[in-house]
């Protein structure tokens, strides 16, 4: 997990062969580092194929997910170890560096309430067997916080820490976002700060998930932390214009973010990659 | 509206006589010149006493709702009439200038799915007969736009504006909030180029709904741009530190956004009449 | 004076044939909307051949300057008069729209003390002459307030509007500059609120004169508030790299700003009309 | 050198006995860690009256300063450096940590070209004869890059590092200002980025030299990458409003950069201050 990467959404949102295939076209006529697929049916993926397929391409690939509901960890930690488990396995067939995202429960989780003791327990319980999993297949394993619409459990940076230090697993990391940092955090770059260390994942997203660099997101402000904490890992673009209806409850999203794919890839990515680049993070 | 108010979750989320005058004592203490008073349950409201109790104190308030469930515009604009025909009556008889808010939908309303025409059509309809009994009640009406995660029906300023066009009153009016414009406008300040003319009332609510200047809103882009367009409206502080728990759920506020109430007035307060003095605004 | 133009130092800081044709086929090829050109030294130009080359490349042009010692208007009123009808009958015969520029007086003149008001007197009345002249020519002209360390008379936007209406000439308007916004205004938009309808032509140039996007402007607080106030005059890019030793001293640059021209242009101009166009100023 | 101090140009420009009793008293008063003592004439100094005065109100300082025109090192450098030792000596004498500034010039010089080598290397040979004759002292010893307008030698952090590292005294340090930086820093934290462990000091200066909070500097960015670094040196608050003419040329101020000294401690410091402590730096 290092370079300048891509979520696969910006191309398809199913990792079928035909939308593997184009994806990782795609991802290779934008010379991107990486991939970051959505594993959103861990069960359906042909890893075979998507193996062979990142290899010949030279393209290297981290998964990630959210967990569906019956699989929450807080409510139902051993059907979510099990879930993920599969979705470990892929990832290691597919030849993939790590599993990561809202590894610890729903997109749209959220009791009403503050997170209670038990439901943190829960989590760290399962996700420390996940973890132990993720190890014994040579994956690094981690965990996103999202903003409060879409989780109740995870937020910030500095509550990503505290669960990782309440479970204790060494190969497990932070995994922030600039969408959501940008609503929870106290300054766009303090969830930067309190991950540090634990901080090996970021996904480039603007603050209305449209195209970099044109949103409210302070770039600059971002890409100055990330130098000066010295960070080496993935920086992967997100963007989510034109999302599929059954997608789009969990996002939110009801209108197009950007004017087209188009706008997000010539205008966004060249931005995101100059101020990379200005901050000599590429 | 004009000047510099509050939104009284500052102090109370209970307009009951004993909310009512610890809100306007703190207000008047604090300086503000206005009130805006959550009416979540108008028929609870004693509106001669608010009145009085205003009237006494020199305090110059407006009221803001979200509407419950079942009076939801989309789908009931029948009831949903009824109901913000007793929020305005309350309005007038406390002796306050408009009724705001989300007077078109529920905080947390969504089908999943982008507005139907036939949902916006709904609004439409209703909106215009709530604003011509608003009218006849010699008060302004007004919506707000909130976030993707809050209403699916009108996000950006612009959605605002082309609503109020299509229900055509005079006495409507936009009534933006910075939190929400930090995660839907393009760049902090478009929904109030969007709404311009339109605009009368907007929140200055930090980004992650806790101590203003301690976010990632772009003040100085904010009131900046309220300058230029010659803002003449009423400026309103809001934090939602220490929610109830019951409120919180809507809101989806899980841990203390702020230290202390003390610390929004304190730091919070200071900074933002600084800035809008600086802008003129003030 | 609309649309996006370019300052032609970015090709050229010699205004002789050579410099003027490539200059002018580099605006082409960037699709400029017009140019600005340095007249350095009035009477050294081929007016009828930078007429003949404008009109068959289609372009725009307008001139800028600032005064030789001899001639600023603080001390030498008369002298800077006679100089100023030179270089409007030069812009005149090259077809362009105005000059404008530091027409006050000398980038680096500063005498240690707060302008005085003989030599403001002596700067209203000898740019009213040649206000009066610029409209007999059919010319609008300029005033371009440079930051503390370049003029001591003219620094912010206010300052500005106090001269034309002390002068009260219809042709004369305000000419901002980013960079120096950068320095002396209290908000980097404050100076475009003062200037306001005065203002017809604005430098987009980066806080240390190198790429812009890659430096500390706020351009979103910038292009907001230009749009806001509804501005419709030219946007002009600037950039001093690799700047003549002999033009370095007046403007200070003793290192590369970028790392080379082409960084400027493959970076800078897209990063300046995507914000252009985000805020629909194209 | 740590905590949260303030430069004396605050209270006074004239560190006679007067001036330092009235600045030491003002800034017991605002509760500060440390002053900075501008030395611009280090002779006249009472060194035995200050260090008794610092010490009985228990108040750190540092001195600063900038060289006379005779004095400057990349020209004069044995008279320079035996300028540096007197201040020393004073420095030590009063009790003081460091002796820092533009310790390697004057402020506004400029030659009209970039620093040569054998200016370069004048420099760098004073600078290392004054940081040994400043450790033997038990000094600090530290240099300010300033914009280019005050000097052409060294503007940036990057010329600092490269500075000492020429010089190869480990008693050195940077000290930076973020009025220069937002000037000359690809980013305004790209100075700090680039300082990183050598920067031991930083002016906490707005880009007009006025009010702090109230210009184009973007404190959340300062802050958070002083922050990242782990940055343990002094914050020092710095304002220019009010100087007397004999100074204002150097500065080249020519207009009250603020309402008054009054607004500066009343608003900017608070500012300050919040922010610093939102990041944890104090």
């Known amino acids: 997990m290092e370079g300048f990467g891509v979520h696969t959404s910006m191309w398809t949102m199913s990792w079928d062969k035909k939308g593997a295939e184009y994806a990782v076209s795609q991802a290779v006529r934008y010379q991107m580092d990486f991939l970051e697929i959505a594993l959103l049916k861990p069960l359906d993926v042909d890893a075979e194929h998507s193996q062979r397929l990142l290899e010949k391409n030279n393209m290297r690939a981290i998964c990630s997910l ?57 989590v760290a319980r399962a996700l420390g067997e996940a973890a132990a999993y993720a190890r014994s297949l040579g994956l690094l394993f981690g965990i996103e916080p999202v903003n409060r619409y879409e989780t109740h459990l995870i937020n910030t ?101 950007a004017a087209s794919a188009d706008e997000v890839m010539e205008n966004g990515l060249p931005f995101l990659r100059n101020k990379a680049r200005q901050y000599q993070l590429l």
Chains 1, 2, 3, 4 share one sequence.
Not at 74 to 100: I, R
Not at 182 to 188: F, Q
Not at 234 to 246: I, W
């Open 66 to 122: 959210g967990l569906p509901e019956g699989a929450w960890l807080s409510k139902n930690p051993d059907t979510g170890v099990e879930f993920l488990k599969v979705a470990l396995e892929k990832t290691a067939q597919m030849g993939c560096e790590a599993l990561s995202g809202v590894t610890y429960g729903g997109i749209g989780e959220r009791t009403g309430f503050p997170p209670t003791e038990m439901e943190l327990d829960n």
């Open 157 to 257: 940076g500095w509550q990503s820490v505290a669960m990782i230090e309440k479970v204790g697993a060494h190969n497990m990391f932070v995994h922030l976002d600039t969408y959501h940092m940008n609503i929870e955090e106290k300054g766009v770059a303090q969830g930067i700060l309190d991950a540090r260390e634990h901080l090996k994942y970021i996904h480039l997203s603007e603050s209305d998930r449209g195209t970099p660099g044109a949103g409210t997101c302070d770039w600059d402000e971002i890409f100055a932390v990330l130098a000066a904490i010295d960070f080496k890992g993935g920086l992967a673009m997100e963007s989510f214009v034109n999302m599929p209806p059954e997608i789009a409850y969990g996002l939110s999203v009801w209108r197009p973010v």
